[in-house]
């Protein structure tokens, strides 16, 4: 089913995913199978499969009950978006259940489909290749805690490590300790010795992915007010983390500040996701925790894809959806990738890859917010990129992307642009931005936005370290005193001479 909207990708055909879980089963409609996948539609319910499987041996039975039925309305959903696939993946408490064969035998009914019920080692994969597609590059040991076990895996690039499945599950330990913070503990401590590779994780990062630990992490950013809530590669340092998880760990969880946000069936879960996250850190010794909002359903998408689609940078084609999308010119949007690279060679300004792949996507996000009101265009464009869905980005380079392109639509000097964000950003990101809105500002006024023209400008150095923006003769008429004023800006914040010039005709310093 395609759709009668210009708001969608329409080469993109949609597929579904039911992650059956041990705690939570998750409904997501995907636009399409893409390197930086867009959901449609996403619908969860705990239903808590797993809960007294330590003792019954068994899937709970009001929650098979209770799972039937939402299959019914997953499947309608499902069909609704106009999914032309549907992937299902069953995890810890549907392979290991007694009743497991009988569960998924009468969900194959309801759902109309297969069922793929992975083992340990293929979940620990899966959720690996999760966190290779969401970070450029993953290095450190990747966590998926679930609510019947834990997964571990090394990850570095695109090499994944031999991976470990262990009963650690919130519901499972909760299960197994008997509701006992003291026994978990020491089930947690005595499990994880048996997780080798958590010694080659020193110094390393570790990635936690789950629920239970995206819910801790919305708690840290609570009580240590942090201004972007955006979940995706949220960093906790070492310190930090060990502090705030031994509140946690007290069980002590309505007191914390923001559990308001934390959904009461989840909040029991807490303390037994906050010792193992302890138990990790001190088998471990990690650098930081940086959260992952990608696990095993997208590392699944990710393995559909041909090799050259999994080696396309996520970052970049999640920006060149939104500029095919929102703005004016696709081609422009491309021509300015170009055009500013070229500019910072021509300033001389070195680049990291990190820094060269940032630039890359302000360029392509530069003229998402032309649609609003002009006083509001810089406001929107900055919520938009800081609040999306980007993989591939840390927070300080997301704070560049959002502040760059404020800075194009409302002043380079305008210091009252989005304090909260500033904060996040270095002081190079910030130096960046605003040189790279100087540049955008110029050539906005050249090209009206329109393709055609970038690719005929060119820098040129003369005499005495001038450096000269040169438009060929032909397009003199482009030549003004907006243009100019604002190649004056852009000399100001870069500390550099600029003229702008008519090939083989006079040119005007501005500085």
């Known amino acids: 089913m395609l759709s009668d909207s210009q708001g969608r990708l329409q080469d993109r055909r949609p597929l579904s995913i039911i992650d ?107 959720s690996a290749l999760g966190v290779i597609s969401g970070f450029h590059p993953a290095n450190g040991i990747a966590g998926d805690l679930g609510g019947g076990s834990l997964e571990l895996v090394d990850v570095n690039g695109e090499a994944i490590g031999d991976g470990i499945t262990l009963p650690l599950g919130g519901l499972r330990l909760q299960d197994m300790a008997k509701n006992s913070l003291a026994q978990a503990q020491k089930i947690a401590r005595d499990e994880l010795a048996r997780a080798k590779l958590l010694k080659g994780g020193q110094g390393r990062p570790f990635y936690a992915v789950g629920g239970t630990w995206r819910n801790l992490a919305r708690l840290h950013m609570e009580m240590t007010n942090y201004p972007l809530g955006v979940m995706h590669h949220y960093e906790m340092s070492a310190d930090s983390a060990t502090n705030f998880l031994k509140q946690v760990a007290k069980a002590e969880i309505e007191k914390v500040k923001g559990i308001e946000g934390v959904s009461k069936n989840r909040r029991s879960l807490l303390p037994y996701g906050a010792i193992v996250l302890q138990e990790i850190m001190a088998a471990m010794q990690p650098s930081k925790i940086i959260v992952s909002a990608l696990g095993v359903r997208e590392g699944f998408l990710y393995s559909l894809l041909d090799e050259a689609e999994q080696k396309a940078d996520p970052l970049i084609s999640a920006s060149e959806e939104l500029a095919r999308l929102r703005s004016r010119s696709f081609t422009h949007a491309h021509e300015l990738v170009d055009w500013t690279a070229k500019s910072f060679a021509a300033f001389g300004i070195d680049e990291t890859e990190d820094e060269a792949r940032y630039r890359h996507a302000a360029a392509l996000l530069a003229d998402i917010g032309w649609r609003a009101h002009p006083e509001y265009r810089g406001r929107q464009s900055l919520n938009i990129i800081a609040h999306a869905s980007f993989f591939g980005v840390d927070h300080p380079g997301r704070a560049f992307l959002a502040l760059a392109n404020a800075y194009r639509h409302d ?94 005709g006079p040119s005007v310093s501005v500085k």
């Open 20 to 126: 059956i879980g041990s705690n939570s089963i998750r409904l997501v409609v995907y636009e399409g199978l893409a390197r930086s996948p867009t959901m449609l539609f996403n619908e969860k319910m705990l239903a808590g499969l797993g809960r007294g499987i330590v003792s019954t041996g068994k899937l709970d039975p009001e929650a098979v009950t209770r799972s039937m039925e939402e299959f019914r309305r997953f499947r309608a959903l499902s069909d609704q978006a106009g999914a032309e696939h549907m992937y299902v993946l069953a995890t810890a408490a549907a392979r290991e259940a007694i009743n497991g064969p009988d569960f998924i035998h009468r969900a194959e009914e309801v759902l109309k489909t297969e069922i793929r019920v992975i083992s340990g080692r293929q979940e620990a994969y899966y």
């Open 411 to 504: 002043g380079i000097f305008n210091e009252s642009i989005a304090p909260e964000i500033k904060a996040l950003a270095t002081p190079r990101y910030l130096e960046r931005a605003r040189v790279l809105a100087a540049m955008m500002r110029v050539v906005y006024l050249l090209t009206a936005s329109m393709p055609g023209i970038m690719p005929r400008l060119k820098w040129e150095q003369r005499a005495n370290g001038v450096l000269a923006l040169v438009l060929p003769a032909s397009l003199s008429d482009l030549y003004g005193e907006r243009p100019a004023g604002r190649l004056a800006q852009l000399a100001r914040i870069s500390n550099r001479r600029l003229v702008l010039a008519v090939e083989g």
